[in-house]
């Protein structure tokens, strides 16, 4: 497994299996949808990349900065 962060060092030029979102913690639907990333990648011998969006919550910055 390869960690990457910002967008600057990624060099991917394969073919490849990506799941793009903001993967807020792993309930049952964000662990389906890799699990079949992870099938398909397999399936037809290809590397699964999640691209991940990292998002401040807006609404919890305006609470703490209220308080």
Do not use: C, P, W
Not at 3 to 26: A, K, M, W
Not at 44 to 67: A, C, D
Request: glycine content about 8%; aromatic content about 8%.
């Amino acid at each position: 497994m390869e960690y990457i962060y910002g967008t600057r060092d990624v060099n991917q030029s394969e073919n490849s299996v990506v799941v793009l979102g903001n993967f807020d913690g792993v309930h049952r639907g964000h662990q389906k949808l890799l699990q079949v990333a992870m099938q398909q990648g397999e399936a037809k011998n290809l590397k699964t990349i999640v691209f991940l969006f990292i998002l401040i919550q807006v609404g919890l910055l305006e609470i703490t900065q209220n308080h």
